[in-house]
């Protein structure tokens, strides 16, 4: 059995901080590795302003050296678009692996507008990292208020593979201030040193498009 974490995303572009949250979630919950689910695209979320997902591929590839997360475009292969159909398919095809749901409390606070995200809770347990300014805002969240009685404390978060999902966990770490939405305004044509090279996804072993 492998414990893996997986951290779905844009990574429009990836940045320093995913990668400081994956491995601080990784020492927490006892993770052998965090998968970065490197989306085709957010439901919701414009398309305006994305960058093709081979760039921003390249870039999470870039980010995670020498450390223990594989950015993937599996969601890309499966066809599935919303993370719900994801995660299903991702326990059909990796049985042997026990996943753990991780998002910032930003994504807490909308998370009751993903489809069937009830659905999700039950599929695996979900550890929410607290992102600064959003605490208030998500404990008054229709999703909060729902999984408000599945909370599992903090200190036991490492024996989450034996938690019956639906099951949750608050992590805390030093908030880190970098942000896709910073990086784009300071350098909006990032993808461009990350486009044009063939590259293999790390997870499934396919050639990406380029």
Not at 33 to 42: A, D, F, I, K, R
Not at 154 to 173: G, I
């Amino acid at each position: 059995m492998r414990r893996i974490g997986l951290l779905g995303g844009s990574f429009n572009p990836a940045h320093g901080g995913h990668r400081a949250i994956s491995l601080a979630a990784r020492t927490a919950l006892g993770l052998d590795e965090v998968w970065w689910l490197v989306s085709p695209g957010n439901p919701l979320k414009p398309a305006s302003g994305m960058a093709p997902l081979s760039a921003r591929l390249r870039s999470a590839r870039t980010q995670v050296r020498r450390a223990p997360i594989r950015p993937t475009t599996i969601e890309a292969q499966l066809g599935t678009r919303f993370t719900v159909d994801t995660l299903r398919a991702l326990t059909r095809r990796f049985p042997r692996h026990r996943f753990i749901w991780l998002m910032g409390g930003d994504n807490l606070l909308q998370f009751g507008k993903w489809k069937n995200w009830r659905g999700i809770a039950r599929i695996m347990p979900i550890a929410v990292i607290a992102r600064p300014g959003y605490n208030a805002a998500v404990r008054g969240s229709p999703a909060a208020n729902w999984l408000r009685r599945t909370v599992r404390p903090a200190d036991h978060a490492s024996n989450w593979t034996h938690w019956r999902p639906p099951a949750l966990v608050h992590l805390r770490f030093r908030p880190d201030p970098r942000s896709a939405t910073l990086l784009r305004q300071a350098i909006p044509l990032w993808h461009r040193e990350h486009e044009g090279a063939r590259q293999r996804d790390p997870l499934t072993r396919r050639m990406i498009p380029v």
